[in-house]
């Protein structure tokens, strides 16, 4: 079974920083598009980022300049460094991928920017 675990969440003070990490297991043979989503309490999940598998980019208006994506492609890993954290961040941050042209997702992290 494929199975997709984050982990990188926690507290964070205002202007700090984060770096998630998702990995992917078990069998599998290929990994293609991979995403950051998140969720806040009373709102809709919204993209962060997205990143293929030939490496195009695309991050949301709320987070560029501030947050990177990349993804070690031969180790089935993708990160998110999140860097200027403010409040309106917080949410829990959830992996997804397109596994062998399955859409998986992770169980989600939480990520709290308080002071």
């Known amino acids: 079974q494929v199975q997709l675990v984050e982990s990188g969440g926690g507290l964070v003070q205002p202007g700090g920083s984060l770096r998630l990490s998702c990995a992917a297991s078990?069998?599998?043979?290929?990994?293609?598009?991979m995403a950051w989503y998140r969720q806040a309490p009373g709102k809709q999940r919204e993209l962060v980022a997205t990143i293929l598998r030939e490496g195009r980019i695309n991050y949301a208006d709320s987070v560029k300049g501030r947050f990177t994506i990349w993804r070690d492609t031969p180790n089935n890993m993708l990160y998110l460094q999140m860097s200027s954290l403010q409040p309106a961040d917080t949410a829990v941050y959830y992996c997804?991928?397109?596994?062998?042209?399955?859409?998986?997702w992770g169980q989600g992290t939480q990520v709290t920017v308080s002071p």
């Open positions: 078990g069998s599998f043979f290929a990994v293609y598009r």
């Open positions: 997804n991928a397109d596994v062998d042209r399955d859409d998986l």
